[in-house]
Nanobody, 114 residues
Framework: QLQLKESGGGLVQPGGSLRLSCAAS????????MGWFRRAPGKEREFVAR???????IYADSMRGRFTISRDNAPNMVFLQMNNLEPEDAAVYYC????????WGQGTQVTVSS
């Protein structure tokens, strides 16, 4: 069974950058649509970005231009480069496999604060 594990979260100042990683085990990612989602305290989980197995990418409007999703099927990983972070971007970030996601990681915390 596919298992996902996110990493790369942490504390960053407003305007800073982070690169999140999602590593898969138990199966390969190459046939899955992969997505990043986030959940801020007191809010519902929201869509951030997704990438198809063919490389087509869709972003949520508020992330377009600041976030970049990518995948590398060779090491079985998906990435989210986040630039110009804002306090409103603070959340637990999750990667999901499938559309809609059938498999989820445990999440990685992103805190944006000065």
């Amino acid at each position: 069974q596919l298992q996902l594990k996110e990493s790369g979260g942490g504390l960053v100042q407003p305007g800073g950058s982070l690169r999140l990683s999602c590593a898969a085990s138990g199966s390969t990612l190459e046939s899955y649509i992969m997505g990043w989602f986030r959940r801020a305290p007191g809010k519902e989980r929201e869509f951030v970005a997704r990438i198809t197995d063919g490389g087509r990418i869709i972003y949520a409007d508020s992330m377009r231009g600041r976030f970049t999703i990518s995948r590398d099927n060779a090491p079985n990983m998906v990435f989210l480069q986040m630039n110009n972070l804002e306090p409103e971007d603070a959340a637990v970030y999750y990667c999901g496999a499938g559309y809609p996601p059938q498999y989820w990681g445990q999440g990685t915390q992103v805190t944006v604060s000065s």
